[in-house]
C-alpha cells in the first residue's frame, strides 16, 4: 500500500469522518435521538455513493479510491456541521465530568477496540487481497453500516431507558418484549 494512499485513510478517518461522530454524540448526548439517526443514515449513504462513484471511475487504484473516500467523508462533514450541529452553547461543567470518569472511560476503551476491530479488517482485507478486492470489500461494509444504523440506533435509545429506569428488567414481560424488540429491529434491518 502506498504511504500517500494510507495517509489519505487516516486523514479521512481522524479529521473528517470523527467529528461527523462528535455531532452525533453532542445530539444524542441532548436527547436529540431523530436527529442523530438521520444524521448517521445520510453520512453512511454518502460514503456508500463515494464506493459506487469509485465503482464508476475510469481507474480503480487504491491511490484513487483513497480520494473518493476523501470526498465522502468530507461531503458527510459538511453535511453534519451545516445541518446538524445543535445550535446553542455547550458548558463545562466539571462537576458532572467527575463524577462520570468511570463510566467514561469504560465508554471509551470500548470504543477504542470497536474502531480497532472496524479498521483492522479493512486493513487485513487490503494486504491479503489487494487493492481491487478492498474495494469490493469497502462497498459491501457501507452497505453493511447502512443495515446496522437502525440497530444501533434502537439499542442506544434502549440502553438508556434502561439505565434510567432499571426496575424495568424485574418484569419478564418487559424482558420478552425487550428481546422481542431487538429482534424485530434486527430482522427489518437486514
Do not use: C
Not at 441532548?30 to 464506493?51: C, D, M, N, P, Q
Not at 469490493?136 to 444504523?149: C, F, G, H, N, S
Not at 418487559?174 to 424485530?184: A, D, Q, R, T, Y
Amino acid at each position: 500500500v502506498p504511504l500517500s494512499a494510507f495517509a489519505a485513510v487516516v486523514f479521512a478517518e481522524a479529521l473528517l469522518w470523527r467529528p461527523v461522530e462528535v455531532v452525533l454524540i453532542v445530539n444524542n448526548g441532548l436527547g436529540k435521538f431523530g436527529r442523530a439517526a438521520v444524521l448517521a443514515i445520510l453520512a453512511t449513504a454518502l460514503r456508500a455513493f463515494g464506493a459506487v462513484l469509485f465503482m464508476l471511475a475510469a481507474q480503480h487504484t487504491i491511490g484513487v479510491w483513497s480520494w473518493f473516500y476523501i470526498g465522502a467523508n468530507a461531503a458527510s462533514l459538511i453535511v453534519a456541521f451545516a445541518f446538524f450541529y445543535p445550535r446553542q452553547r455547550l458548558r463545562l461543567r466539571t462537576e458532572l465530568y467527575f463524577r462520570r470518569l468511570a463510566d467514561s472511560v469504560y465508554v471509551a476503551g470500548s470504543e477504542v477496540l470497536f474502531y480497532l476491530q472496524m479498521e483492522f479488517d479493512k486493513l487485513l482485507v487490503l494486504s491479503i487481497g489487494g487493492p481491487h478486492l478492498a474495494g469490493i470489500y469497502a462497498i459491501i461494509m457501507r452497505l453493511v453500516d447502512l443495515t446496522a444504523i437502525p440497530i444501533r440506533t434502537f439499542s442506544m435509545m434502549l440502553v438508556q431507558r434502561m439505565m434510567r429506569a432499571p426496575e424495568l428488567l424485574s418484569r419478564l414481560a418487559v424482558k420478552s418484549g425487550i428481546e422481542g424488540g431487538v429482534f424485530l429491529v434486527s430482522t427489518l434491518a437486514l
